[in-house]
């Protein structure tokens, strides 16, 4: 019987799929990642790997897995994996696109809500007592209706983000690697320039998918561009904004505020100079976090896993 590697505790429907073809072989731990110890070891005589986007699927990692055929990953996202040396070794790399569009969106749009409106820093100044007499200026935060949102990556979930966006009349102006005019056509959004977009735009919406192409593409000079009451929303990866960079342009208010659910080292350390800001909402990368969409998305990653080791194509390969 073939044998898989699970990196994390999953829930039992979808252990008992697996377990009816394959030997299985679990981390049972939910909140606390594998070790790298652990993985090398158990790497070594799996044919199928079910992993999460916190597990370093790396060089020394595909050189113990002398028998590995899939890697199956629960996220969209694949930076985590070696994709080429994969690709050289005939290991076959599966995402799961497309499952977590419409509640990526939903997050998005939610955070960039509390953001704007302040709902966290409201929260935490009533419970801690300080509601005192109403004030006319007081928790003030920044409209949504009939502003406009810029949104950097308009694949699936850049579209669903739109909208959410055309029900509270804004204006939609996107930046992407390559322009959709049947886009524009469809849904009324304009094509602009990154720089055009981070001068012009209320909200900065980031939902592209990292590559080292866009490493800190959101800089020093990107955030001296956006409007001082702009806000900046990252739900897609860490790695693409300069965190030291927007630490200060929010210390120096060069800009309003942010709201973050991704960061470049996940967990975020606790005494990361950005958690001590007031004027940053932050979530533990929950984007994709309903249960509907995170079953879904795991029993993708299984059946991509079945069929390749059942001797069949891949449902969400992953193509270079």
Known sequence: MKKIYITRKLPAEI?????????????EEENIPVSREVLLNEIKDVEGLFCMLTDSIDKEVLDQAQKLKVIS????????IDIKKAKN??????????????TTADLTFALLMATARRVVEASDFLRSGEWGAWSPMELTGQDIYGATIGIVGMGRIGEALVRRAKGFDMKVLYHNRTRKPEKEAEF????????????????VCLLLPYSPEVHYLIGKE?????????????????????????????????IWAAGLDVFEQEPIPLDHPLLTLPNVVTLPHIGSASVKTRMTMAHLVADNIINVLNGEEPITPVKL
């Open 188 to 203: 009324g959004v304009q094509y602009a320039e990154l720089k055009e977009l981070l001068q012009q735009s209320d909200y």
């Open 222 to 254: 990107e955030l001296s561009l956006m409007k001082k009451t702009a806000i900046l929303i990252n739900t897609a990866r860490g790695g693409i904004v300069n965190e030291d960079a927007l630490y200060h342009a929010l210390k120096n208010r060069e």
């Open 73 to 80: 990953t629960l996220a969209v996202g694949y930076n985590n």
């Open 89 to 102: 070794r005939g290991i076959t790399v599966t995402n799961t696109p497309g499952v977590l569009t419409e």
């Open 15 to 27: 252990i008992d799929k697996l377990s009816k073809q394959f030997k299985i072989t679990m981390w």
